[in-house]
């Protein structure tokens, strides 16, 4: 199936009875949506890296089962202005996610459970986002289930992320009794926990600047979500691991059966609507976030210096990594040029596979004055 390129302006090669459904897949930083999304298109397209922020932008792919069409509209972890202030990140990180859900038929809210600080409360700006659109249906998608030793702490997540509620009926979920040692030590995890990384998840729940001008919310509104754990209004809820194929394709048949009809908005062969380049940008940097320490990745540009099609098939790419510092060059080089070789072989690895021809990649690395 090819990836992208002249399909995408080519006319949708419409069936007799087309369906169509346009699905927002939203949630807190690194709650698992790319992975969620490769899987579902049976292709790694977009990047996926443990840190946050890996998404920078909306990102759409594409998937066709017979005569139903499936839009995936990937987007950047849900963040506030504050902390796209200082971390000096894209704008595209504030508007992406709630451009997309306002013009989706159906939102996939996802949730890291592993997250034991997290996942027992909506993201305070998904939240926002639901309360934004509710009109849009919702379902709930609990990621990571098997990194939980207790299954039965899967149906306290669900009651507390749900209100106890789910498509209408009150859901019965026995709550576990635990001993007096087992209560004190959750209340301390949870004084502990008040002190931790702001970046987590639903840490940073006050207003912050511009979240009422944002949002559309009023402050009432906006006070009350604070006080909000989760959402009653979901349809269904799923509880899988991302990289797990049959937990993945449950979904994919509720995403097909909901589909209604409607026209194809793409031919059948696009696979994404990210030109080559941006795919190579995008895997890059996922290799240089999953490698390089702390902030360097996230101050790093890069440049397409080279893109030649061989005529034996195979295509050379060279890519040119701007740093700001000579300290952040060195660790990009890493001892003896090991570091950067790795990031370039990595990377063409997974390009090739993306492209389905060989991928030869070059990396450089130059300081940026």
């Known amino acids: 199936m090819p990836l992208y390129s002249v399909d995408l302006y080519y006319d949708p090669d419409q069936p007799e009875n087309s369906k169509v459904l346009r699905v927002a897949i939203i949630g807190a930083p690194n709650a698992g949506k790319s992975t969620l999304s490769n899987q579902l298109l049976g292709r790694k397209v977009f990047a996926v890296s443990k840190k946050v922020h890996t998404t920078r932008s909306r990102a759409l792919g594409v998937l066709t089962e017979d ?40 939102v996939v809210v996802m949730v890291d459970v592993s997250d034991k ?47 106890g509620v789910v498509n209408g009926r009150k859901l019965q979920v026995r709550r576990v009794i635990k001993p007096p040692w087992a ?13 931790g990384d702001e970046d987590k998840p639903g840490g940073d729940v006050a207003h912050g600047e511009g979240s009422e001008a944002q949002s559309g919310l ?32 449950t979904l994919k048949r509720y995403l097909v059966v909901g589909a209604k009809p409607g026209s194809w908005q793409y031919h059948s062969d ?33 440049a397409i210096d080279l893109w030649h099609d061989r005529e034996n098939g195979e295509l050379d790419i060279a890519v040119k990594l701007y740093v700001k510092k000579e300290s952040h060059m060195k660790m990009v080089i890493g001892q003896a040029g090991q570091m950067v070789a790795r990031i370039a072989r990595e990377a063409g690895d997974d390009l090739s596979t993306v492209f389905l021809r060989e991928v030869k990649l070059r990396l450089s690395v130059k300081v940026k004055n």
């Open 270 to 302: 696009v696979l994404t609507d990210q030109t080559p380049e941006e795919i190579c940008t995008n895997t890059v940097r996922e290799k240089l976030l999953e490698y390089l320490p702390k902030e360097v990745p996230y101050t790093m540009t890069q």
């Open 67 to 106: 005569d139903t069409q499936i839009i995936l509209l990937d987007t950047p972890g849900l963040t506030t202005p504050t902390k796209v202030k200082r971390h000096q990140l894209e704008k595209s990180l504030l508007e992406d996610p709630w451009n997309t859900v306002k013009e989706a038929s159906l």
């Open 183 to 195: 209560e004190r030590r959750t209340d301390r995890e949870a004084r502990t926990s008040g002190s």
């Open 117 to 163: 600080w997290a996942c027992n409360k909506l993201d305070f700006e998904v939240l926002k986002c639901l309360t934004q659109y509710p009109d849009v249906p919702a379902v709930l998608v609990l990621n990571k289930v098997d990194m939980l030793k207790s299954k039965s702490r899967l149906l306290e997540i669900t009651a507390d992320l749900t209100c």
């Open 218 to 249: 009023s402050k009432e509104q906006l006070r009350a979500l604070k006080t909000q754990q989760g959402w009653a209004h979901f349809k269904d809820v799923f509880m899988l691991s991302a990289v797990d194929g049959e937990d993945v394709e």
